[in-house]
């Protein structure tokens, strides 16, 4: 009797299993199609205040800085990889063409 229960243990289990793995096959494309479609925030269209504080929010943020240019921002060094440091860039917003941001950077990586 204890065999029987264990093989239709076994048998639930498989198919849930391959439900489960079903599921995700559907998923993702769905998914990754949500996430192609999102769009970061473009700093020419935000005030250089606008984009300073939509970084300083989220702590780090993937923003839009041209029509190819896309780059993560952040507060600190503690958004970095460890034998990364900060480095402070600029990028072009509505109401300045060089508002300053900080990126993270390899040490002693040269200033764009």
Not at 65 to 91: E, L, W
């Amino acid at each position: 009797m204890n065999e029987n229960n264990t093989r239709k243990q076994l048998l639930i289990a498989k198919s849930a299993l391959q439900a489960g793995l079903f599921m995700c096959a559907a998923l993702v494309p769905v998914l990754q199609a949500e996430a192609q479609t999102r769009r970061q925030p473009d700093t020419t269209q935000l005030t250089c205040d606008q984009t300073q504080d939509l970084i300083k929010r989220f702590g780090g943020i993937n923003l839009k800085s041209g029509p190819y240019k896309f780059d993560r921002f952040v507060v600190g060094r503690n958004q970095c990889f460890s034998g990364q440091t900060v480095r402070p860039t600029f990028v072009p917003t509505k109401d300045n063409p060089k508002c300053s941001v900080l990126v993270c950077a390899e040490m002693g990586q040269a200033r764009q």
